[in-house]
C-alpha cells in the first residue's frame, strides 16, 4: 500500500508574454529634412506584484540621428523615456504573496520600427516583447511505497572457487612406493 508525501518546492506557477508598439514623439532646435536613423539603448526594467497584477517598470534611450538644412547638416538627439506596463498572467496554483519571485525577460528587445518628421517634432515608434515568470512555493505530492524489496543473496566468486579446489584437489597427491 502506498501512502503520500507533500515536496514544498519552487515553480513556475505563471507566464506569459506580451509585444509592445508605442508611439512617442520628441521636438528638436532645427527643422528636420529627414531622420536617417533611430536606435534604442540602454534598455533596464523590474517586475512586481500589485493588486493581483504585475507592473513592468523599465526605461531605455532612443537616439535619432537627422539631418536639417535641406541634407546639409546632421545631428543626434538622444530622450531617455520610461515606460510603466501592468499585465494580467494567469497563475495555476495560488501561493503566498511573499514568497513570489517575479521574473521578466526582454524576448524583443526594444527597437524602432518607424520615425517620421512633422515640423520641428520627430515622431516614432517603438516596439518590444516581454515574457513574464511568476515563481513561487507549490507542493507536489509522491508516492511513497512502504514495503521493501528483498535483498538479493550476494555470492563471492571466491568461495565458488574454494569449493572447486577442495573437490577436485587430493589431499594425497604423493604417494610412495
Not at 23 to 34: A, F, G, L, M, R
Request: negative net charge; proline residues 2%.
Amino acid at each position: 500500500m502506498a501512502s503520500y508525501k507533500e515536496i514544498v518546492t519552487k515553480a513556475v506557477i505563471g507566464k506569459g508574454k506580451k509585444y509592445y508598439k508605442n508611439n512617442y514623439s520628441i521636438t528638436v532646435d532645427q527643422e528636420p529634412t529627414t531622420v536617417l536613423g533611430c536606435w534604442v539603448i540602454n534598455h533596464k526594467f523590474k517586475g512586481y506584484e500589485e493588486n493581483n497584477k504585475i507592473v513592468i517598470t523599465g526605461s531605455f534611450d532612443v537616439n535619432i540621428w537627422y539631418s536639417y538644412d535641406n541634407d546639409t547638416k546632421t545631428t543626434v538627439v538622444s530622450k531617455p523615456i520610461k515606460y510603466r506596463e501592468v499585465v494580467s498572467v494567469n497563475q495555476k496554483a495560488t501561493t503566498d504573496a511573499n514568497t513570489k519571485d517575479i521574473i521578466v525577460r526582454s524576448l524583443k528587445q526594444p527597437s524602432c520600427t518607424s520615425a517620421k518628421e512633422n515640423g520641428k517634432t520627430i515622431e516614432f515608434e517603438i516596439e518590444k516583447e516581454l515574457g513574464i515568470e511568476i515563481v513561487g512555493d507549490t507542493k507536489v505530492k509522491i508516492a511513497i511505497e512502504e514495503d521493501e524489496d528483498p535483498w538479493d543473496i550476494i555470492s563471492d566468486e571466491t568461495d565458488d572457487i574454494d569449493k572447486q579446489i577442495d573437490n577436485e584437489v587430493k589431499e594425497n597427491f604423493i604417494e610412495k612406493e
